[in-house]
């Protein structure tokens, strides 16, 4: 199983980020997949998840109407379209499944700041 990240990096507050989740080693379409993230000295903490076929999504109060996740099951792929950035929302993004064990991947870096 591999989960990879991308798509962090600097951006000011007010602006937009688009992550993805590349993923492999499993049936990425039949597993509902998650976003979390952890900020310096902070605890991990859910931030979206969606099911299997992108029908149902839930995010945390603190992203909801900024974060939309959605996921790409012909390319493996999930994403976090992150817009209306605030300088809580940096952090290290991660990727997760639970297949009966959680896997996370490297985790991608957002940082908010003027």
């Known amino acids: 199983v591999q989960l990879v990240e991308s798509g962090g990096g600097l951006v000011q507050p007010g602006g937009s980020l688009r992550l993805s989740c590349a993923a492999s080693?499993?049936?990425?379409?039949?597993?509902?997949m998650r976003w979390y993230r952890q900020a310096p000295g902070k605890e991990r903490e859910w931030v979206a998840r969606?099911?299997?076929?992108?029908?149902?999504?839930n995010y945390a109060d603190s992203v909801k109407g900024r974060f939309t996740i959605s996921r790409d099951n012909s390319k493996n792929t999930m994403y976090l379209q992150m817009n209306s950035l605030k300088p809580e929302d940096t952090a290290v993004y991660y990727c997760?499944?639970?297949?009966?064990?959680?896997?996370w991947g490297q985790g991608t870096q957002v940082t908010v700041s003027s």
């Open positions: 997760n499944v639970d297949l009966g064990s959680d896997y």
């Open positions: 969606i099911s299997s076929d992108g029908g149902i999504t």
């Open positions: 080693g499993f049936t990425f379409s039949i597993y509902y």
